[in-house]
Nanobody
């Protein structure tokens, strides 16, 4: 019913920048919490950054000051601007959205398929 499609991953040198985007489509009444998670090989999936519908943001300590999350409520999109990337940022990045599909009912979480970010010289 709801699809999240990420784009913007790739290979970047240390110190470089990338911008990830995620577009939600399908049966959407409203989207509340949106976030980016990442998972490196052998590690658990971790929260990178989140943003509420009203624009309140939260960041993992490891990315504060380097990453910026933003969203466009009219377009049902969320983006992650990543600057000063380092090899420890290498991971598959996943988009997450808490979506309500009808005026009545509770929202449920949806995940994108993930996009690879590799930081290497």
């Amino acid at each position: 019913q709801v699809q999240l499609v990420e784009s913007g991953g790739g290979l970047v040198q240390p110190g470089g920048s990338l911008r990830l985007s995620c577009a939600a489509s399908g049966s959407i009444f409203s989207i509340y919490f949106m976030a980016w998670y990442r998972q490196a090989p052998g590690n658990q999936r971790e929260l990178v950054a989140s943003i509420t519908r009203g624009g309140s943001t939260n960041y993992a300590d490891s990315v504060k000051g380097r990453f910026t999350i933003s969203r466009d409520n009219a377009k049902n999109t969320v983006s992650l601007q990543m600057n000063s990337l380092n090899p420890e940022d290498t991971a598959v990045y996943y988009c997450f959205a808490d979506v309500q599909t009808a005026p009545i009912g509770s929202p449920f979480g949806s995940w994108g398929q993930g996009t690879q970010v590799t930081v290497s010289s």
